[in-house]
C-alpha cells in the first residue's frame, strides 16, 4: 500500500517538473543544478541573447558568470575553496567576489523558499540585494546550519517557471558523475 502512494506521488512529482505549465515570459530559465551544472549553465548562456533571466540557486550564480571571463570565474571558485574549509564559507566567499566583480545586475528573477515551503520570487535591485538573494537561493537546508530564513529555491524553480527558453541539463553519465 505504502508502494502504491510513493509510486503516485512519485509520477505527480516527475510530471510537475517537466510539464512546462503556462509559458507565457520572454524569458530564459537557468535551473538549480549544483557545482557541474553551474558550469554547464555558464557554457549555455552563451547561445542565448535575452537580457531577461529565471533562476533558482546555481542557476543564478551562472546568469552572474555569463558576462566574465571564464579563466576569472574559475580563478575565483578556486581562490574561495582555497581559503575556506566549509561549503557554506567556500559558496559565501565564492558569491561576494562574483558580485565585486560584475559590471551591471541583468534582468534576473530569483527564487527562494521560506521555512514553511512559501515560494518566493524577486528582483533584487542593487548589488547588496543581489548578494543577500543569491546567499538565500544557494542556501541548501542540509549543508547549511542556518534553516529558520529563505533557502534554497531549487523546488519553487519548477513550480514558478514559465519562460518560454529554457536550459536542460543532459541526463547522461559523464554529466551526472
Not at 512546462?20 to 557554457?43: A, D, Q, R
Not at 529558520?148 to 519562460?163: A, H, Q, S, T, V
Request: charged share 20%.
Amino acid at each position: 500500500m505504502v508502494c502504491k502512494y510513493l509510486f503516485c506521488s512519485f509520477i505527480i512529482f516527475l510530471s510537475i517538473i517537466t510539464y512546462p505549465g503556462y509559458i507565457s515570459k520572454n524569458c530564459v530559465s537557468v535551473p538549480p543544478g549544483g557545482i557541474s551544472g553551474f558550469w554547464y549553465s555558464v557554457s549555455q548562456l552563451q547561445n542565448f541573447k535575452n537580457n531577461e533571466y529565471f533562476c533558482a540557486s546555481s542557476g543564478c550564480l551562472a546568469v552572474m558568470a555569463k558576462d566574465l571571463d571564464l579563466g576569472k570565474v574559475y580563478s575565483l571558485a578556486k581562490n574561495s575553496k582555497d581559503n575556506h574549509n566549509s561549503f557554506n564559507n567556500i559558496k559565501n566567499d565564492f558569491i561576494n567576489k562574483l558580485v565585486a566583480n560584475i559590471n551591471y545586475i541583468p534582468d534576473v528573477s530569483i527564487v527562494t523558499m521560506n521555512n514553511i515551503g512559501y515560494c518566493i520570487e524577486r528582483k533584487p535591485s542593487n548589488k547588496k540585494e543581489l548578494r543577500t538573494l543569491l546567499i538565500k537561493t544557494t542556501d541548501i537546508p542540509i549543508l547549511v546550519k542556518n534553516t529558520f530564513r529563505e533557502i534554497d529555491g531549487g523546488l519553487c524553480y519548477y513550480y514558478l517557471n514559465n519562460c518560454k527558453y529554457r536550459i536542460n541539463f543532459p541526463l547522461n553519465y559523464k554529466f551526472l558523475t
